[in-house]
């Protein structure tokens, strides 16, 4: 287990070093922000020898490399520079935006989990009769929905008509949380419940369950102890690609709810070409997406013993 670990973690550092490479060419092909950071504090265009200064002050007149040999080393010791917006460092910026994405994207993942998986086992289980047909109807209107869509239609219906919760902001307490929870619930659910259905499919058809079903064993006892258990291990998978869309992909639904998450904050620094704060947003999400995923591999041997993690069989 320990070798699998260490394995593991040496594979991920080609990936880290290709997410310092992404986040720092994204950070330069959005554009120079020296002059719309000079317009904003001189309230006047700036002379070419203030844009100079200003680059030299920045370190941004230096080669790339250079510059990106700088940044990279900042950031493994944490350090990702600060905004030029605003002047605060972009590590505290990330770590505090980062609370209020969670406070979106938990809720939500667990919302995912207690309606997609079990509207999965019931399409399955009902597979080409009406229920199943109804259900794979809606999951696809669902999955097709954009989520700018699915959150007008929220705020229409909760918000303006039935005045039950705000329509945006964090002034609202708990009740804040409900459009925006639900808006970035919508799409997960739907495509997490289609793949829980085919995962169940697959997992039906095994001459296993077959057994267990000439035996006289309850079809939901058939269904919950042996297919939904062998149906785990990509249900595992698609939840944490899943819980990382959730924390890294909630620009949209934070930008129109108001939220100051992760997203609003990415958002914002396209807008003012804020570099440290894009390059840090990156890299952050990157890591956070990638760590997510390493702990499901590493959970693949609790939820099956089967599994085989560097070269040994792992009990429970």
Not at 163 to 168: F, K, R, S
Not at 183 to 199: D, E, H, M, N
Not at 267 to 294: K, M
Request: glycine content about 10%; overall charge positive; some cysteine.
């Amino acid at each position: 287990m320990g070798a699998y670990i260490a394995r593991r973690c040496l594979l991920l550092a080609p990936t880290l070093l290709g997410l310092t490479i992404l986040a720092f060419a994204l950070g330069r092909v959005s554009g120079d922000p020296v002059g719309a950071l000079l317009r904003g504090s001189l309230e006047q265009e700036p002379t070419a020898a203030e844009v100079a200064s200003a680059r030299k002050t920045l370190g941004l007149d230096r080669p790339l490399p250079i510059q990106y040999a700088t940044w990279a080393g900042r950031a493994a010791h944490g350090d990702l520079g600060k905004s030029y917006s605003h002047g605060t460092p972009v590590a505290q910026e990330l770590r505090h935006r980062l609370v209020n994405t969670l406070k979106l994207a938990l809720p939500a993942a667990v919302l995912v989990l207690v309606i997609a998986v079990p509207l999965g086992i019931i399409c399955a289980a009902q597979r080409n009769r009406l229920l199943d047909r109804v259900l794979r109807v809606v999951s696809l209107l669902g999955a097709s929905m954009p989520a700018y869509w699915a959150s007008f239609l929220l705020i229409q219906l909760l918000a303006v008509r039935l005045h039950l919760v705000p329509a945006g902001g964090t002034g609202g307490g708990v009740g804040s949380l409900v459009l925006p929870v639900l808006a970035l619930t919508i799409g997960p659910v739907a495509v997490l419940t289609r793949f829980t259905r085919s995962s169940m499919i697959d997992a039906l058809g095994n001459d296993y369950i077959r057994t267990a079903s000439a035996k006289g064993l309850p079809w939901q006892l058939v269904v919950e102890r042996h297919a939904l258990r062998n149906s785990l291990l990509p249900l595992a998978t698609a939840f944490g690609s899943t819980f990382g869309r959730l924390v890294a992909g909630a620009a949209i639904i934070e930008n129109i709810f108001s939220w100051p998450g992760l997203g609003s904050l990415a958002l914002s620094a396209i807008r003012e070409q804020d570099f440290p704060v894009l390059q840090g947003f990156v890299l952050f999400t990157g890591v956070l997406f990638v760590s997510v995923n390493l702990l499901i591999d590493l959970s693949y041997s609790i939820i099956d013993p089967r599994v085989r993690l560097g070269g040994a069989a792992v009990a429970r």
